[in-house]
């Protein structure tokens, strides 16, 4: 009866590892799946953001009559990036198995960096009032305090944004991202903590 059992115990382990396994790959082929579908987000953001800037300079550059569209191209813009990153906190929250992701969210970083400072230009070139909101968080508190307070701090900045439109120009920056440009964001508002929001170059 002992050779029986074995056999039934060898089986069952070959099953399992070959259930895991299986497992394993299917993960690995959905992340993949996520990713590249990031990365075609992304590089459908950088070509609209070639569009609105390359249109912003030929505005700007023209006559200030232009500038209606300009803006509007270029809030446009905004809108989507917006819209883009509540996508990618979804892929985040769903991301397991690869570092990739990491390296798309420093580019999307970057992205909305481009979108602030075209944003800035063509406000005072074209005597805009929309207000320019820069909320800075951690990407990944450790902290449950800091977490709890950037839940909030989230919520009430969507409700503000759905509420006021194109009125804010919103731009959420990871401040653990090890960018540079947005290092000497913080260093020049002197954030010193998360969550902490920068209204109109007021902290």
Same mark, same amino acid.
């Given at each position: 009866?002992?050779?029986?059992?074995?056999?039934?115990?060898? %089986?069952?382990?070959v099953?399992?590892?070959?259930?895991?396994?299986?497992?394993?790959?299917?993960?690995?082929?959905?992340?993949?799946?996520?990713?590249? $579908?990031?990365?075609?987000?992304?590089?459908?953001?950088?070509?609209?953001?070639?569009?609105?800037?390359?249109?912003?300079?030929?505005?700007?550059?023209?006559?200030?009559?232009f500038?209606?569209?300009?803006?509007?191209?270029?809030?446009?813009?905004?809108? $989507?990036?917006?819209?883009?990153?509540?996508?990618?906190?979804?892929?985040?929250?769903?991301?397991?198995?690869?570092?990739?992701?990491?390296?798309?969210?420093?580019?999307?970083?970057?992205?909305?960096?481009?979108?602030?400072?075209?944003?800035?230009?063509?406000?005072e %070139?074209?005597? $805009?009032?929309?207000?320019?909101?820069?909320?800075?968080?951690?990407?990944?508190?450790?902290?449950?305090?800091?977490?709890?307070?950037?839940?909030?701090?989230?919520?009430?900045?969507?409700?503000?944004?759905?509420?006021?439109?194109?009125e804010?120009?919103?731009?959420?920056?990871?401040?653990?991202?090890?960018?540079?440009?947005?290092?000497?964001?913080?260093?020049?508002?002197?954030?010193?903590?998360?969550?902490?929001?920068?209204?109109?170059?007021?902290?």
């Open positions: 009866m002992v050779e029986p059992q074995k056999d039934k115990f060898w %089986k069952a382990l099953l399992t590892v070959i259930v895991f396994l299986l497992g394993i790959a299917l993960g690995y082929y959905l992340e993949a799946g996520r990713i590249d $579908k990031v990365q075609k987000e992304i590089n459908e953001l950088i070509i609209n953001w070639d569009d609105a800037r390359t249109q912003a300079s030929y505005y700007e550059n023209i006559n200030l009559e500038c209606e569209k300009a803006v509007e191209e270029n809030l446009n813009f905004g809108d $989507k990036i917006y819209e883009y990153g509540l996508i990618i906190e979804d892929y985040e929250k769903a991301n397991r198995l690869t570092e990739t992701l990491e390296i798309e969210k420093r580019k999307y970083a970057l992205l909305k960096l481009q979108f602030l400072i075209n944003s800035l230009n063509l406000r %070139k074209c005597n $805009k009032d929309y207000k320019i909101v820069l909320y800075f968080y951690q990407d990944k508190p450790e902290n449950l305090d800091i977490k709890s307070r950037q839940t909030v701090a989230s919520r009430v900045l969507s409700e503000l944004k759905e509420k006021k439109g194109s804010i120009i919103l731009i959420p920056l990871a401040g653990d991202l090890d960018l540079g440009v947005i290092n000497i964001l913080k260093e020049n508002y002197k954030i010193e903590e998360y969550p902490s929001v920068v209204v109109e170059a007021v902290v």
